[in-house]
T-cell receptor, first 116, second 114 residues
Framework: EAGVTQFPSHSVIEKGQTVTLRCDPI?????LYWYRRVMGKEIKFLLH????????ESGMPNNRFLAERTGGTYSTLKVQPAELEDSGVYFC??????????????FGPGTRLTVL | ELKVEQNPLFLSMQEGKNYTIYCNYS?????LYWYRQDPGKSLESLFV?????AVKQEGRLMASLDTKARLSTLHITAAVHDLSATYFC??????????????FGKGTHLIIQP
């Protein structure tokens, strides 16, 4: 079974540009999560999808970040316009526990974003 | 604000020794997660602890949970070099038992020297 995949693995952009990150969850996983780790800090929750619906987006830092999950499959996270403080590693995770008793999340390898 | 604190943040130890990583958290959640991350790789799920007194073991790693003390420990027995990695603990953002996002500790960077 394929794991969570993310694309690209690295992205270097200039301040003010737009970047779109993609996450493909494990097939059949309804729950999809985005996290971010800024250098030297904790891994921080950004948002949670259940299928195509945003269940919790309270971790999104501001309105320059837009996440979508078309058809409840893959998800994209767009940053527009990017700022220096957006640099970090963006992780995606998915889980499939339908009754939410376990909540074990499986993580992708992350996208390292550098904003210059 | 929910806080998860790991101790120590950095640990260098010799092969064959035992050590414990501590994870304190401020929520009333009954679930706690341990992950391992190798450099440049995904976070790998190690343990999911579901209730007070839960203890799980895998090889040289053993995790336990005391929800009353809001404390989890990850114990390493007779460490070997392959266990060198960064270890994270995490708890649910909300205590309702749903499929919530997680709040992580800062991670413990563990180096095991031959």
């Amino acid at each position: 079974e394929a794991g969570v995949t993310q694309f690209p693995s690295h992205s270097v952009i200039e301040k003010g540009q737009t970047v779109t990150l993609r996450c493909d969850p494990i097939s059949g996983h309804d729950n999809l999560y985005w996290y971010r780790r800024v250098m030297g800090k904790e891994i921080k929750f950004l948002l949670h999808f259940v299928k195509e619906s945003k269940q919790d987006e309270s971790g999104m830092p501001n309105n320059r970040f837009l996440a979508e999950r078309t058809g409840g499959t893959y998800s994209t996270l767009k940053v527009q316009p990017a700022e220096l403080e957006d640099s970090g590693v963006y992780f995606c995770a998915s889980s499939n526990d339908p009754i939410s008793s376990y909540n074990e999340q499986f993580f992708g390898p992350g996208t390292r974003l550098t904003v210059l | 604000e929910l806080k998860v604190e790991q101790n120590p943040l950095f640990l260098s130890m010799q092969e064959g020794k035992n050590y414990t990583i501590y994870c304190n958290y401020s929520t009333t959640s009954d679930r706690l997660y341990w992950y391992r991350q190798d450099p440049g790789k995904s976070l790998e799920s190690l343990f999911v602890l579901l209730s007070n007194g839960a203890v799980k073991q895998e090889g040289r790693l053993m995790a336990s949970l005391d929800t009353k003390a809001r404390l989890s420990t990850l114990h390493i027995t007779a460490a070997v070099h392959d266990l060198s990695a960064t270890y994270f603990c995490a708890v649910d953002r909300y205590s309702g038992g749903g499929a919530d996002g997680l709040t992580f500790g800062k991670g413990t960077h563990l180096i095991i020297q031959p």
